[in-house]
């Protein structure tokens, strides 16, 4: 133990370690009745990680041109070790990140947790479910596969209902007229560059929303409160609570291994679950292959578009609804957090998971 | 949340459901066309939907000829249109593509007697509803309608266990095909070696027939190797994702089990 205390003696005379460690990580107290959702966050932040690393270890193999984008792909997962398995965490991992960034929403909205000026806490939250999405579709066009192909030209097509700047909006998101080498370079530098360092930004300043206003305490039991909105700021102290490190990190460690137990059960035991087989065939602009269907969490948008007589429509619902949830903090602004004490939103909360579900599905077999 | 800012959302979203999916057609002009009449001209377009071409994408014209974009033009001579052969050039006419196949028979039984009614093409498989080929083609009901069946029953004995291995191979391809293995140059081989199988008994003599699926099925037996070689190879890599899916469970459940002695010191 001597060569470990003496190197935090090193970083403690330096950096004051020590303080740091008792006064944010033990001293940062969290409410006692806090429950397992509460994990989700560093349960995203987690498989962030594991994107970064995996991205990083495909880079090194990647080709960012259409001429050679799917054989270096293929390369990757046929000939470079361990490649196959880096490829597969980092396609697969990003659905399994959708699905913790989803349940971390719909937990956040149940509980309420957005009430007493927790604005900006929703809404740098919001911003990475979003950007999140956006990496998913500039990485989805960079194996080049038909899928990538056809799935980015419907969805780029889509930016063309837009009155006056529609065609514009298109020819800039794709760098042409078509889907080709121009926009997968693009999509490359936005997915490995660009969007990332928004991402990191992102998430530094939703930790930051989250310890500076104070965890939100779960509305349940006999220690509730309703939340008021003071007219001054003040940091929400859990005084009795436990602390975060190592009392409830063990629990954050416990979720985190259940999810990563969970992406490579789905990489081992059902590889093809998230790829269609035009995800096997290489891109060609000249076939049109049936079927085309975006990402599951995309289906509810795609369907949307179908749907409606005009795209136009069909965006302007989406974009209402969208800004609607982007701005609910704003609009639900009721001191009230239990959810047996608010039956017209929870009424609205299951009724919209319902009609996304549904419309998902229908985008599905449509 | 006001009351009418929920209702008007609600609202929208079941508004979502009820409109009518917009649907576009993507049909060529000879299908649009044949479809509004009636008896033998409309007949061919329900039937091709059925079949094996359909499916990959051969449609009117690409046998037929002419333009099918253009309604004018669609059935004139100067954009290529040919029509329904006659029954002697049906074999020339499948031949374009089916090329191999159609040396084979020209020379063998059934070719050298078509200008006495010997059979062609469609009379074993059929014209707009073809299938993919299976054995089932070569049996006693259609075959000795034309004449004996013991020749083709030999035959067909002869090619079962081939048409069984292609038919393995092909699944086991397509199988690891969607796992992401690069299987082109297995695909490749598979392809050649059917072709070449097809080819064979197109020229009905049974003891080339005998000589030459030896040759196939050597090759097949080199496909097979390799995908047993890539199934092990799945097998390690199952084996060995179970041990770290059981790893990472078990850390899950030690974690948990330290956070409940946490708890119980929380408690006191």
Request: aromatic residues 12%; glycine residues 8%; contains cysteine.
């Amino acid at each position: 133990m001597q060569p470990i205390k003496m190197l935090v003696d090193f970083f403690d005379v330096r950096l004051g370690v020590r303080d740091l460690y008792d006064r944010e990580l033990k001293g940062y107290l969290l409410p006692r009745n806090v429950n397992v959702w509460y994990t989700l966050g560093a349960v995203v932040l987690a498989l962030f990680t594991l994107q970064i690393v995996t991205g990083i270890f495909l880079l090194m193999f990647y080709v960012p041109d259409s001429e050679k984008a799917f054989a270096s792909v293929q390369y990757i997962v046929n000939e470079v070790p361990f490649g196959w398995l880096f490829r597969m965490l980092h396609a697969i991992g990003a659905n399994v990140i959708m699905i913790a960034l989803l349940l971390h929403m719909l937990s956040v909205l149940f509980m309420g947790s957005y009430k007493g000026r927790r604005e900006f806490t929703w809404l740098s939250g919001f911003i990475i479910l979003n950007l999140t999405m956006g990496l998913c579709l500039t990485g989805y066009l960079l194996p080049w596969s038909q899928l990538s192909f056809w799935a980015t030209t419907v969805a780029t097509d889509a930016a063309g209902a837009i009155p006056v700047v529609g065609e514009y909006l298109v020819e800039f998101l794709r760098g042409g007229p078509t889907v080709g080498n121009q926009t997968l370079g693009r999509f490359f530098a936005l997915h490995v560059v660009g969007m990332p360092l928004v991402l990191l930004g992102l998430i530094g300043a939703h930790l930051f929303c989250v310890k500076r206003r104070g965890i939100s305490p779960p509305p349940f039991g006999s220690d509730y409160r309703t939340t008021e909105e003071l007219p001054f700021f003040e940091h929400e102290k859990h005084a009795g609570g436990i602390p975060f490190f190592p009392n409830y990190f063990v629990k954050d460690a416990a979720v985190i291994c259940f999810f990563i137990a969970f992406l490579l059960a789905i990489i081992f035991y059902a590889p093809g679950l998230f790829f269609p087989e035009s995800a096997f065939q290489p891109a060609d602009p000249f076939l049109t292959p049936p079927h085309i269907k975006p990402e599951w969490y995309f289906l509810w948008a795609y369907q949307t578009l179908k749907i409606f007589p005009s795209e136009i429509v069909g965006l302007g619902v989406q974009g209402a609804f969208m800004t609607f949830l982007a701005l609910l903090p704003f609009i639900d602004r009721g001191p009230e957090r239990r959810p047996a004490k608010r039956p017209l939103f929870m009424t609205c909360y299951v009724l919209v998971i319902l009609v996304f579900v549904a419309i998902s599905i229908w985008g599905h077999y449509s | 949340m006001s009351r009418s800012v929920c209702c008007a959302f609600v609202l929208v979203m079941v508004a979502c459901l009820s409109l009518p999916a917009l649907l576009l057609a993507d049909d060529t002009v000879c299908i649009q066309c044949h479809s509004g009449q009636s008896g033998s001209l409309e007949a061919p377009i329900a039937e091709w939907r059925t079949s094996i071409h359909a499916g990959n994408g051969i449609s009117c014209h690409d046998c037929h000829g002419g333009d099918p974009t253009d309604f004018d033009m669609a059935m004139d001579s100067e954009r290529g249109f040919i029509g329904a052969p006659d029954y002697v050039d049906v074999p020339a006419f499948c031949g374009r593509c089916h090329v191999g196949v159609f040396d084979a028979y020209r020379v063998g039984a059934h070719g050298e007697a078509i200008d006495e009614g010997g059979a062609q093409c469609v009379v074993c498989h059929g014209n707009h509803a073809i299938q993919n080929a299976s054995l089932d083609l070569i049996n006693e009901d259609d075959c000795s309608q034309c004449h004996a069946y013991e020749r083709a029953a030999l035959i067909r004995l002869s090619l079962v266990e081939t048409d069984t291995m292609i038919i393995a191979a092909e699944r086991d391809l397509d199988r690891l095909y969607r796992l992401g293995f690069a299987v082109d140059d297995m695909q490749g081989s598979l392809f050649n070696q059917r072709n070449s199988f097809h080819r064979i008994f197109h020229g009905v003599e049974v003891e080339r027939v005998r000589q030459e699926t030896a040759g196939v099925q050597s090759e097949l037996g080199k496909i097979s190797e390799e995908v047993a070689a890539i199934d092990s190879t799945l097998g390690q890599r199952k084996l060995w994702g179970s041990v770290v899916i059981g790893l990472f469970l078990l850390a899950g459940v030690i974690f948990l089990l330290v956070r409940k002695t946490y708890e119980e010191e929380e408690k006191s």
